[in-house]
């Protein structure tokens, strides 16, 4: 949940520290507009073919693989935003952003993809509905605020949406990686077992039930953390209306 | 013209002796503690500006970029532990941790390896390696090593054990199993992977030894090092922070000796920290001192 530097809700105040923004330059910024844009383009290609696909079927069973190569392909195009972090066009840190995609980018690839059983599951579309909608509404509010033209609806839907998008992906990845697990351990697949000669073992199915318990103290976290945002990016409309 | 001291002398009234001094910073901390007794001069940061660096214990007032009136600004550090303490935790743990895997404690393997020993000789060999490690280690802390700053913060001895402890428990783990593979070039492996161990163990006491050399004891001045007439320490030629070196060494031949990825895995991951450390030792050494080597590089000759 990150916001470049140019049209972020931070209430200006004039600072006495002399911090200089230093935000991306004209070319960093045309990038980032396109980059954007095309993310925007790309999620919303997926939100059509969810549609069209459920009309064509009269069911939600099975859309995942109506929208498979252009999921795979938008969310593993997000790790550029590592770069963005790294180089520094975008003004957040490197290892939140890094953790983020790849928690998505793992789901995408190592879960779903992996284990072919679970594509039919509804979980998935659980989980692919809620991504779908936050990325285009995050996409298109990073788009706007670079170009320093973001709607008020934009950046209010960025900061409610999520109250129920975030424990739906959730629901949804948590479900998903548990349909996987007896799949995983019937075929042992990732896993390495001893003996070998680099003295090395991996269990992937335990694996995957750490990564589920690692919800637990990880997304109360980040989902106040967006609530708090909330309050700090939209508080001001509640105190007009109190005034009122 | 106005002369300003910075220094102020409480003698005793009948016997006119000297009874405090005020004209270091570290009499300011001492002023803090007694005002404020949950703040000890450990956690007290004192600056001239609320960003700026803290200044130190023996820093003069008089040598300060002040006026007639000078301001400062203070800021908590939080709780403080030794130096001492915590590299002696953070180097216990993995000593025991990993004797508790080569014994085989119950509950690691199954039932029936409980205190079984292993049969090949290079797992022996490689839990005295290891051992040997730590013990000098402990040993150097408690009567080699001279530290420049006597604390830090508190939560660092949970990460620092955190990261000893559980990469101790995640090599010791394979080295020392029942499926346990020994090298695949078997002796002539073994017997190259000892030599390289054996020969950076040494060569990093050296460093420790000379590094502790160039500071008298309770000083803090720094100076750059330089080779000795220990044919170990001649690396400071091409090298500033040449214990690192040959502690990248050491775990190299430790690597080769156990051939275990997740010793490997170890190996890299100091690397790259002590990479960090040596980068910036070695731009500090440079912004102190005109006259320093050009020849030497952080850690790795010529290379890195």
Redesign the interface.
């Known amino acids: 949940m990150s916001a470049p530097a140019m049209g972020t809700s931070k209430t200006a105040h004039s600072d006495s520290s002399n911090k200089k923004k230093k935000g991306p330059g004209t070319l960093a910024t045309a990038y980032l507009v396109i980059y954007n844009v095309v993310m925007t383009a790309g999620w919303l290609v997926i939100a059509v073919g969810l549609v069209r696909a459920y009309l064509a079927r009269g069911s939600y069973h099975g859309l995942y693989y109506s929208i498979e190569k252009p999921l795979k392909f938008f969310q593993t195009g997000a790790l550029l935003e590592i770069l963005h972090c790294a180089v520094g066009i975008v003004p957040s840190s490197v290892v939140l952003t890094g953790f983020q995609v790849m928690s998505r980018v793992f789901l995408t690839w190592a879960v779903t993809h992996s284990v072919r059983e679970v594509q039919s599951e509804d979980s998935v579309l659980l989980f692919v509905v809620a991504w779908t909608v936050t990325e285009i509404i995050r996409y298109s509010f990073y788009t706007f605020s670079l170009l320093n033209h973001l709607p008020y609806l934009i950046k209010w839907a960025r900061y409610t949406f999520f109250i129920v998008l975030y424990p739906m992906g959730v629901a949804g990845e948590l479900l998903t990686i548990y349909a996987a697990l007896p799949y995983v351990q019937k075929t042992g697949l990732y896993s390495i077992t ?8 991996f269990d992937y199915h335990t694996f995957l039930i750490l990564v589920m318990v690692s919800y637990i103290p990880l997304f109360p976290q980040l989902y106040f953390h967006m609530m708090r945002q909330r309050k700090k990016v939209l508080g001001h409309v509640e105190e007009y209306s109190k005034v009122e | 013209m106005p002369v300003v001291f910075f220094e102020v002398e409480i003698l005793d009234a009948k016997t006119k002796d000297k009874l405090c001094f005020l004209d270091k910073v570290g009499n300011i901390f001492t002023f803090i503690f007694t005002l404020y007794p949950q703040w000890y001069p450990a956690r007290q940061s004192i600056r001239l500006d609320p960003k700026g660096k803290s200044l130190k214990d023996e820093d003069v007032l008089q040598h300060l970029p002040v006026g007639t009136t000078a301001t400062f600004y203070f800021r908590d550090l939080g709780a403080q532990i030794s130096w001492v303490t915590v590299f002696l935790t953070e180097y216990a743990g993995p000593l025991l941790i990993y004797l508790m895997f080569y014994f085989r404690v119950p509950f690691i393997y199954a039932p029936k390896y409980d205190f079984t020993t292993s049969k090949h000789w290079v797992v022996h060999l490689a839990c005295m390696c290891h051992s040997f490690h730590y013990v000098k280690r402990l040993l150097e802390t408690l009567f080699v090593h001279r530290f420049s700053h006597g604390t830090m913060p508190l939560r660092n001895i949970f990460k620092n054990c955190t990261y000893y402890w559980g990469f101790a428990a995640w090599m010791a783990y394979y080295i020392n199993h029942p499926l346990y593979t020994p090298p695949i070039y078997g002796e002539q492996q073994i017997r190259l992977a000892l030599i390289v161990f054996l020969f950076c163990q040494i060569g990093n006491f050296s460093i420790h030894i000379a590094l502790r050399n160039l500071r008298p004891p309770g000083s803090k001045t720094r100076k750059i090092p330089y080779p000795t007439k220990n044919p170990f320490t001649w690396i400071f030629l091409l090298v500033s922070c040449p214990n690192y070196t040959y502690e990248l060494g050491s775990w190299l031949g430790f690597t080769l000796m156990t051939q275990c990825l997740p010793v490997a895995a170890f190996t890299l991951v100091g690397f790259i920290q002590m990479t960090v450390w040596a980068k910036g030792k070695h731009r500090s050494y440079l912004k102190e001192f005109r006259d320093y080597p050009t020849l030497r590089s952080p850690i790795l000759p010529f290379i890195l």
């Open positions: 001893l003996p070998n000669k680099y003295n090395f073992s």
